[in-house]
Structure formats: structure tokens, C-alpha cells
């Protein structure tokens, strides 16, 4: 199966990235044979994925560089490069390729002290002979002294390096790095598209992976979860009960503190079985005696790895706090929708009765300064706000309207 066939919903994007993909192979060809490289190329050193939540540019980035190392015997015969099962495609994609580093944000922000091993490597030849691929997940997150490395890197690049920068917006990358790089931008995929993906991919049934992509509304990851996952529906089920149980301030504060507590069990989940791996893998490394007991000198770098794994639970509960954000968010675009009489299709349409109750019992006024107040909150989690009160805020503010 193609690489492409990940890509949801962005045939415009992949025809683009199939093109760029050949004429890198031409490239490697062309610099294999001592022969002239090709004068006109749609492929270049560092790219910026960008689109809105869920539309994908993670995975676009990652198909993209599946492509650039495929080593398909099809592809030398004039095939497409990306066929999704040759050694180059299968490593690039689950992320094992020797070739291909992947930097993504571990807390609120990529720190240098995470990117100098990574720009150093930049600068080296592949180890395949085909390119060096650097693939930063979040590059909004990068800090002003971490941005200033990569813009050095993509300054003076080396000759078989690819920058792959994936960020929402072009606005959340520094304009001197955005400059020198060629902008793909993804569209939020159709719900058809991606509850046909649902149906073929994960086997959904076709009502239930209708519902997911309509709840979603296009994000992908999130749909794969809320159809497979029974825990993300029940914690989603939860969220869009919040607007019942704000009446009083009571509710409120137990309607947050429920919210914050489910943020945190959901990512202690994602994160217990990472850190238990992590662990083990750099224990054994740095030669960990029976008993478990370490040599000297090595608490530093335990340290170090404890510091990482605190980050990265903190940003995984932020995370799911703002997917509930998100779907609180939701709600009352629903309820806005009934209120103005709008033909836009309801996302929550399991919790009609409860989205025509508020919306016939309230205004659109008070109902826009609620999105307003869930905003506020989802602002104030991104300052670093501790997140029950923040949390408790917005639901104070959701009782007020």
C-alpha cells in the first residue's frame, strides 16, 4: 500500500509530494551515476508542513520521507517511490530508519539542549546513500535559541539533508526559517473522507465510523480513537455532560476537578508504559548490575531522563485536557448552530435533546461568551496556569454564560 494512502482527504498534497519525491530520485540516481544532477526540481533541502488540528501534516511529513528513502525495485524502474512495504518506506514510517530523526516536543517547548545532537547530525552524510532526513514534529514549540540552530542548519544545508518542519499555521514559525523552506498546507479532511478511512483501515462499521468523523469533525487521530478506543468515548460522553452539571457553584467545582482528574489518568496511561521502556533500554545501556543497582557516575544522566519523562507527563495531560477543550468547544457551536437556525451539521448529534434544551433556555449571546470562557482557559493552560484553576475558571464562567 502506498505511502500516500495515509493521507487523508489531501490528493491535491500528495500528487505535489509524488512529484518532489521522483525528482529527488532523480537525484540520487543522477549523483550515483556521476552524471549530471537535473536542472529543474521540485524538490528542495527544508519544507513547512502546515494545517489545522488533526488535517494530518505529521503524517504527510513522515510519508514524504518514507518516499525520499524508498528502495523499491519498482521505483529504479520508473514506479512511484513511497510503495509502503520496501525496507527504506517500512523503517522510515514506524520510525526505526538510521536515516530519519524525528524531534518532537517533550514539555511546552523544544530546548536547544534537545537539538544540538540533532543539527550536528544534519551536517552528516546518510548512511544509506540516500538523504539524511531531519523531521521536527512541533516546531512551534521551538524556543528562540533551539529556532536559531535549525535556522543555521537550514541556512547551509548540507547536500543530501531534508528539513521537515511541521507546525499549525505559518505564523507560529520564525519568519527566517519559514523563508527558507517550501509550504505545503493540508485542508481538514471531509468527514466522508475520513469515515471512509475508518471503514477500510480500521474496520469500523460504516454508522459507527460515520458518528467518530462527525464528532471529530475531520480530525483525524482523534476519530481512530473515539472508533476504537471504548475509554476515549466514555471520557468524551463525560465532557458533554459538563453543561448540565454547572448550575451551581457545587457542580462547577466538581465538574472541573472530574476533568482535570481524567486528563491526568488518561496520560499517566499514555505515559506509565514509555517511561517503564525507556527506563529499562537506557538502564541496560549504561550497564545496570543484577539487583538493579547503577554504576558511578551515572545518576546524572538518570536524572536527566526522570526530568524528560515529568516533562512529557505534563504535556501529555495538557494535551488531554485541551481534546476535552475541544470538545466542550464543540458542544456549543452546536448549541449556537440551533440558536441562529443555521443548516451547518451538528457534530454531537447523540446529545440532541441536550444541545435543544440549552439552546432553547439560553441566548447566542451568553452562548458565545461560553466558547469565549473555554478559550480563556485553553489561553491560560498555554501560560502554564496551573490547570484546575484554570479549569475551574471556565466552569465558573460557563455557570455565569
Not at 139 to 166: I, M, Q, Y
Amino acid at each position: 500500500m502506498p505511502v500516500w494512502d495515509d493521507l487523508v482527504g489531501q490528493e491535491r498534497l500528495s500528487a505535489q509530494l509524488e512529484a518532489a519525491a521522483r525528482d529527488a530520485d532523480a537525484i540520487v540516481t543522477a549523483a550515483a551515476a556521476d552524471a549530471p544532477l537535473p536542472e529543474a526540481s521540485k524538490m528542495t533541502h527544508a519544507w513547512l508542513f502546515t494545517g489545522p488540528p488533526g488535517a494530518g501534516h505529521t503524517t504527510a511529513a513522515r510519508a514524504f520521507a518514507a518516499a525520499l528513502q524508498c528502495v523499491s525495485p519498482d521505483r529504479a524502474l520508473g514506479g512511484t517511490p513511497g510503495c509502503g512495504f520496501c525496507d527504506g518506506c517500512h523503517t522510515a514510517l514506524v520510525g526505526t530508519h538510521a536515516d530519519v530523526t524525528t524531534v518532537a516536543a517533550v514539555g511546552s517547548q523544544i530546548l536547544v539542549e534537545d537539538m544540538r545532537d540533532t543539527v550536528r547530525k544534519s551536517f552528516t552524510s546518510p548512511a544509506n546513500g540516500r538523504w539524511q532526513i531531519i523531521l521536527v514534529e512541533d516546531a512551534e514549540r521551538l524556543n528562540e535559541k533551539s529556532a536559531n540552530a535549525v535556522l543555521k542548519a537550514v541556512e547551509e544545508p548540507a547536500p543530501r539533508t531534508v528539513w521537515l518542519l511541521c507546525a499549525p499555521s505559518l505564523d507560529d514559525v520564525l519568519p527566517t526559517i519559514r523563508s527558507r523552506c517550501r509550504h505545503v498546507s493540508l485542508l481538514t479532511p471531509s468527514v466522508d473522507a475520513v469515515a471512509d478511512m475508518l471503514v477500510r483501515r480500521e474496520g469500523i462499521e460504516p454508522a459507527a465510523a460515520a458518528a467518530a468523523a462527525r464528532a471529530t469533525q475531520g480530525h483525524v487521530d482523534r476519530a481512530r480513537r473515539l472508533a476504537t478506543d471504548p475509554r476515549t468515548r466514555e471520557r468524551r460522553a463525560a465532557v458533554l455532560k459538563v453543561p448540565l452539571r454547572v448550575e451551581d457553584i457545587g457542580g462547577c467545582l466538581k465538574a472541573a476537578q472530574e476533568l482535570v482528574d481524567a486528563a491526568t489518568e488518561e496520560s499517566k496511561q499514555l505515559a506509565e508504559e514509555l517511561d517503564v521502556k525507556e527506563t529499562e533500554e537506557l538502564k541496560a545501556a549504561l550497564g545496570a548490575v543484577q539487583g538493579g543497582r547503577m554504576p558511578r557516575g551515572t545518576a546524572g544522566v538518570m536524572k536527566d531522563l526522570e526530568d524528560k519523562q515529568k516533562r512529557r507527563r505534563t504535556r501529555a495531560q495538557r494535551d488531554s485536557l485541551d481534546l476535552a477543550l475541544t470538545d466542550l468547544t464543540g458542544f456549543y457551536r452546536d448549541v449556537l448552530a440551533l440558536q441562529l437556525g443555521s443548516r451547518v451539521a451538528l457534530a454531537n448529534t447523540e446529545a440532541h435533546d441536550t444541545l435543544e434544551r440549552i439552546a432553547r433556555d439560553t441566548t447566542p449571546e451568553s452562548t458565545l461568551r461560553r466558547i469565549d470562557a473555554i478559550a480563556a482557559c485553553r489561553d491560560a493552560l498555554d501560560r502554564n496556569v496551573a490547570p484546575l484553576l484554570a479549569v475551574e475558571a471556565m466552569t465558573l464562567a460557563l455557570r455565569a454564560g
